[in-house]
């Protein structure tokens, strides 16, 4: 099964799975790996290693922005198989673990299926494996603060909101921004296109995502590679800002 991946910058590939992105950033001969899909999208997954030029024995890591099942899908598999690093902000770690869950719930979602989407995104979400098990055995924290001893050289910042111990990534060499789920560009129920929050089921403390929109808007770059949504070019700043402006 071929991935759709999308070279958007040296080194940089934004792959778009089933409803959900991951990023592939590659050095020489090793790469990282951050986000993996869904359960489902695991052929997917290791399609797009290949299609880069990669394997998964050379993920050097893999990242999570946050440890919801169409993030998390592949990491444990990777991790048990290959011996593949799972880095998480510390926040996150224990989600990742499953020892809470910080998820929209079954409920939620049937309360909110008469709005445009709903209904077809949770099927295919259940398909996928939206509410299969999947922790991660040994998550860890992040080795050390600032830029990861990694390719692409990703700088974490915490952009919690959506989850505790989200996570965003930052590229300044290549002015990219790596935005997980605290800024999109669309969703299969959002009507909107372009730079927005995702509805308000989806996060576990509104409010504190939308200050960490405010966090997003310092930072320099000019290429937002959502976890949700197309690329979108031009300064986060603006991508961010936008978003905030949105949700009021």
């Given amino acids: 099964m071929r991935a759709d991946v999308q070279q958007v910058a040296d080194g940089t590939y934004l792959v778009h799975g089933s409803n959900t992105n991951w990023v592939i950033l590659t050095e020489a001969d090793a790469v990282t790996l951050v986000d993996t899909g869904y359960p489902g999208d695991r052929e997917q997954v290791l ?4 299609q880069v030029g990669s394997s998964p024995e050379a993920v050097a ?8 099942n169409d993030h998390l899908g592949s990491a444990e598999y ?3 198989t290959y011996g593949t690093p799972v880095y ?5 770690v224990p989600h990742a673990r499953r020892e809470f869950l910080h998820q929209v719930s079954v409920g939620t979602v049937l309360r909110n299926g008469w709005r445009p989407g709903v209904l077809p995104w949770a099927v295919h979400a259940l398909r996928s494996g939206g509410t299969t098990p ?7 924290a992040f080795p050390t603060a600032g830029a990861l001893d990694l390719p692409g050289r990703p700088v974490p910042v ?3 909101g959506h989850t505790d111990g989200h996570c965003a990534y930052h590229l300044p060499g290549t002015g990219v921004l790596i935005s997980g789920d605290a800024l999109v560009s669309g969703h299969p129920t959002s009507r909107v296109e372009g730079p927005q929050l995702l509805p308000d089921m989806f996060h576990h403390e509104r409010p504190r995502a939308l200050a960490s929109l405010d966090v997003l808007a ?3 770059g000019g290429l937002l590679l959502p976890g949700h949504g197309p690329v979108h070019r031009g ?3 603006d991508a961010a800002l936008r978003a905030r402006e949105r949700a009021l």
């Fill in 134 to 140: 999947v922790p991660v055995t040994a998550p860890q």
């Fill in 158 to 160: 915490h952009t919690p």
């Fill in 78 to 80: 990777l991790r048990a």
């Fill in 47 to 50: 399609a797009s290693l290949t």
């Fill in 88 to 92: 998480l902000h510390e926040a996150e």
């Fill in 218 to 220: 310092e930072l320099e």
């Fill in 235 to 237: 300064p986060v700043r």
């Fill in 61 to 68: 890591a893999v990242l999570i922005t946050h440890a919801h």
